[in-house]
């Protein structure tokens, strides 16, 4: 079955235009690594180990599967750095000041789910109160610390809903770039694939743009 266009996050947080429902309430998780693949997201939902992958995730408290999922374009841009405990080799993080687009998955989450994942990215103990949430809300984004995916970024609104998304601190040029292991693209293939629907050269030829993968071909 086709998958519908992907939506452009254009609008940002505190925008007066934008009718926000009253928090706390279900909010957009737009995963644009790994978590892409619905498979690999859902052994932070569930618990479990993923696929090529080197640890495993307790879960969420919660472990109801998102109420949907949608095909979103965010903003700025992707690059590849440090080294994944998970995968080895690069990580995937958001750059929302790189020109062009990112393409992502919006899972709709509640907020205590988003608050697990999080905690989970942060490598600590689900269970937390969702409070980074209004912060990013209000001003763009909210820190719970220095290290990676410790930064909860509103990419802006849909539905109604805010969209966030976890990165690190610091910008692309920051750090050095770290090409990602094969497990980690292969999973991140299989999730533009199956949300986006995308062919592998399309897959291909984006990945080549994103910083940090000297390894693949230039787009022609």
């Known amino acids: 079955m ?3 266009e992907p939506t452009p996050i254009r609008r940002g947080p505190g925008d007066p235009r934008t009718a926000l429902d009253p928090l706390p309430g279900p909010v957009w998780y737009a995963a644009y690594g790994s978590n892409l693949d619905a498979a690999r997201f859902a052994c932070y939902l569930g618990g479990g180990r993923p696929v090529g992958g080197f ?3 307790p879960g ?51 907020a205590d789910q988003f608050a697990d994942v999080a905690a989970q990215e942060m490598h ?3 269970g937390g109160p969702p409070d980074l949430i209004a912060t990013a ?3 763009g984004r909210a820190s719970a610390g220095p290290g990676r995916y410790e930064t909860v970024v ?14 690190a601190p610091w910008r692309a040029g920051d750090v050095p770039p770290n090409p990602p292991a094969p497990a980690y693209v292969a999973t991140i293939t299989r999730g533009l694939r199956d949300s986006h629907g995308w062919t592998d050269d399309q897959i291909a030829r984006y990945l080549a743009r994103c910083h940090g993968v000297p390894q693949a071909p230039p787009p022609a």
Do not use: K, N, Q
């Open 154 to 167: 509103c990419a802006g609104i849909l539905d109604g809903r805010p969209v966030l998304t976890l990165t």
């Open 2 to 4: 086709a998958r519908p």
């Open 137 to 139: 809300v209000a001003s």
């Open 55 to 57: 640890r495993d995730h």
């Open 60 to 110: 969420c408290r919660d472990s109801t599967p998102p109420r949907t999922d949608r095909p979103v374009l965010l903003p700025g841009g992707l690059y590849f750095a440090l080294e994944s405990r998970t995968w080895s080799g690069g990580m995937a993080f958001y750059d929302p000041e790189l020109p062009g687009s990112v393409a992502a998955r919006a899972y709709l989450l509640s």
């Open 124 to 126: 600590r103990v689900p």
